[in-house]
């Protein structure tokens, strides 16, 4: 049974570029949470999303920031023209539906903006 | 709001010593629950343990045990008989039961241990 899977695992991207994040939860599993973690920081919640809804985006960024959860496919986090600050490990967490003790975690997206 | 403190940036422990990792929260939900997850330097969140606010008993999987102290808003980390592959961050987390529960992290505890 495959875990949650985030791709890439790493990314460079330049001040200016688009960076796009991906996220499929585990199979089974409807409810998708994206975080940020800076360095030597603990994650920040970002957004959470169910197919084809956001539920809670009260973390993300006003602008520049974007999140979608298609019906079919994976969750995709997008940031527009990166800036250096937004240079950090991004991960993502699923859960299944209805109220449940974990969210399984993926092994993160490492964006570096030169 | 939610509010998670880990108040040690750092620890060295000796292997094979137990080791408590301090965890406090706060909040004005009656219904919560509190994790602990670990960051190996592979950068992966690792779930170790959950504590329901409602749970009668502290949580324990395994070598890891919760100190669960409602009253004192504490929610301790016990790792008995540390070995040398428990170095690595440790983060604290809470999620309200109401909402769109989401996890609240602190700032993590970095564990070092030494042979």
């Known amino acids: 049974n495959a875990g949650v899977m985030q791709n890439p695992r790493h990314l460079v991207r330049r001040r200016g570029q688009e960076a796009r994040l991906r996220c499929s939860p585990m199979?089974?599993?409807?409810?998708v949470y994206w975080y940020r973690q800076l360095p030597e920081e603990g994650l920040k919640f970002m957004v959470y999303l169910q197919k084809e809804n956001i539920i809670d985006e009260s973390g993300m960024p006003k602008e520049r920031f974007s999140a979608e959860f298609p019906k079919e496919g994976p969750s995709i986090l997008r940031i527009q023209q990166v800036v250096r600050g937004d240079s950090a490990a991004y991960f993502c967490?699923?859960?299944?539906?209805?109220?449940?003790?974990?969210?399984?975690f993926g092994p993160g997206t490492r964006l570096t903006v030169t | 709001a939610q509010k998670i403190t880990q108040t040690q940036p750092g620890m060295f422990v000796q292997e094979k010593e137990a080791v408590t990792l301090d965890c406090t929260y706060d909040?004005?939900?009656?219904?919560?629950?509190l994790f602990w997850y670990k960051q190996p330097s592979s950068g992966e969140m690792i779930f170790l343990i959950y504590?329901?606010?409602?749970?009668?008993q502290n949580a324990t999987e395994g070598r890891y045990s919760l100190n669960f102290q409602k009253a004192r808003k504490s929610a301790n980390l016990v790792i008995s008989a540390s070995q040398l592959g428990d170095s690595a961050m440790y983060f604290c987390a809470m999620r309200e039961v109401q909402g769109a529960q989401k996890l609240v992290f602190g700032q993590g505890t970095r564990l070092t241990i030494n042979p």
């Open positions: 909040t004005s939900d009656p219904s919560y629950g």
């Open positions: 199979k089974g599993h409807s409810h």
């Open positions: 504590q329901g606010s409602y749970d009668q």
């Open positions: 967490a699923s859960s299944p539906q209805g109220e449940t003790n974990e969210q399984y």
